[in-house]
């Protein structure tokens, strides 16, 4: 038997856990962009988290490893671990799951799955989705981002993944449904504004007991941060992180797809809207060739490099600031 769940390419692709979920329901974008378009404004910078330095506010994880889009419309979301799982083999489950539809999100440990390079190498425990499953093959259809590439479907033996379900990690599982949801405007105005001021409104880390949690950084002060922590106080042969550019790229993707959608709403005025759109557009560009000469500086390490990227750094801020004005222009009166 075989059965294997419909999963698109995703928009958003900074970190598996978006990419899993948006993989499995943007093939129903329609339902889902008013949501994204009043979300996903936000950033996060927390300095001293041990494993993600920037990140989406609404992706950020709690303690409890919660984020806001676990309640996002049109998202199934429950939440399981090893001990609670009733089957012999992981794989037993796995199947239970995705012939109900739901894809996986299991702690998987890359020492024993062959496709990855830590493959008998090293112990690297990571988030990886589950979609889909060939009984007959004895082979089960995964996505993650694999050695240093980008996002990618590949399929493993039953054996390699019952060896890599060798913790008590959670496993989430995911499924998508019909869902409707009307834009909040007002949401979306206040996101932008804290994004601006590099405020947080919502106080969502206010009861979190890690200090990484209570010294974060938001909004556009997510420039400052680069500048003066991997820029600034850049050491010879150290390897920036390219996900903070990528993160930058993302999300300047997500604004072309939320202004075509306001576009599309008929009540701002459309010049407005176009100028926006055409402003985004290159600032789409010049993120991403940041993205790229960030990840060409892990290769030679060159000061003339880093100096160009400090440049790029300075006109990107320069162009989100005024960029940002303008949206808080074209939402004044919400």
């Given at each position: 038997m075989k059965k294997v769940l419909l999963l698109t390419q995703p928009p958003i692709t900074t970190y598996p856990e978006i990419a899993n979920i948006?993989?499995?329901?943007w093939d129903r974008k329609e339902r889902i962009i008013p949501w994204w378009s009043d979300h996903f404004i936000q950033i996060i910078v927390r300095p001293d988290n041990p494993y993600t330095n920037g990140d989406y506010y609404d992706h950020a994880d709690l303690d409890s490893y919660f984020s806001i889009m676990y309640g996002m419309p049109g998202l199934g979301w429950m939440r399981n671990n090893c001990e609670s799982m009733l089957c012999q083999k992981f794989s037993d489950y796995a199947e239970f799951s995705i012939n109900n539809g739901y894809g996986l999100q299991a702690c998987l440990d890359r020492y024993y799955i062959s496709f990855a390079r830590e493959y008998k190498k090293k112990h690297n425990i990571h988030a990886t989705f589950i979609y889909g499953y060939d009984s007959d093959k004895q082979e089960m259809y995964i996505a993650d981002f694999w050695n240093g590439g980008g996002y990618e479907h590949i399929t493993i033996s039953y054996d390699e993944l019952n060896a890599a379900m060798n913790n008590d990690g959670i496993v989430n599982m995911f499924k998508s449904y019909d869902a409707e949801y009307e834009i909040n405007l007002k949401l979306m105005k206040r996101y932008f504004e804290d994004y601006y001021y590099g405020r947080d409104?919502?106080?969502?880390?206010?009861?979190s007991n890690k200090d990484y949690n209570r010294t974060a950084i938001f909004g556009l002060k997510y420039y400052d941060y680069i500048l003066d922590f991997w820029i600034g106080k850049n050491t010879p042969q150290r390897n920036l992180d390219y996900r903070l550019f990528h993160l930058l790229y993302d999300h300047k993707v997500l604004m072309d797809i939320r202004l075509n959608y306001l576009e599309s709403?008929?009540?701002?005025?459309?010049?407005?809207?176009?100028?926006?759109?055409?402003?985004?557009n290159e600032i789409i560009k010049l993120a991403l060739n940041l993205r790229n000469t960030a990840i060409k500086y892990n290769f030679n390490h060159s000061e003339k490099v880093l100096n160009t990227i400090t440049e790029m750094l300075i006109e990107l801020k320069n162009r989100d600031y005024a960029f940002t004005e303008d949206m808080l222009e074209l939402l004044k009166d919400i």
């Open positions: 948006l993989s499995l329901l409104s919502f106080g969502l880390y206010a009861a709403l008929g009540i701002f005025e459309k010049e407005m809207i176009q100028k926006l759109i055409a402003d985004n």
